[in-house]
C-alpha cells in the first residue's frame, strides 16, 4: 500500500509488476485487507498496546435472546 496525498490504494506487488486491486478482490480478500490495514495502523499508532481478536464476539448473545 502507498499514500498519494488524501488518496490510498491497495496493491499487489509481484516481482517487478504492481496490479492495483480494485476491482479484482473477492469479498473475502476485502476483508483480510481491511483487517491488515487496521493491524498495521494499531501497530503504528499505538504504543505498548496489545491486540485482541475476538471470532464472532456477539454469538453468545444471539443464543441468551438479546
Known sequence: MY????????????G?????MRGRCSAGQKVL???IIRLALAETFCLNC???T???PTTI????GA
Open 54 to 56: 475476538l471470532d464472532e
Open 33 to 35: 485487507a481491511s483487517l
Open 50 to 52: 496489545g491486540i485482541l
Open 16 to 20: 517487478d509488476t504492481v496490479l492495483d
Open 61 to 64: 448473545a444471539n443464543q441468551l
Open 3 to 14: 499514500a498519494v496525498g488524501k488518496d490510498s490504494q491497495v496493491v499487489m506487488v509481484k
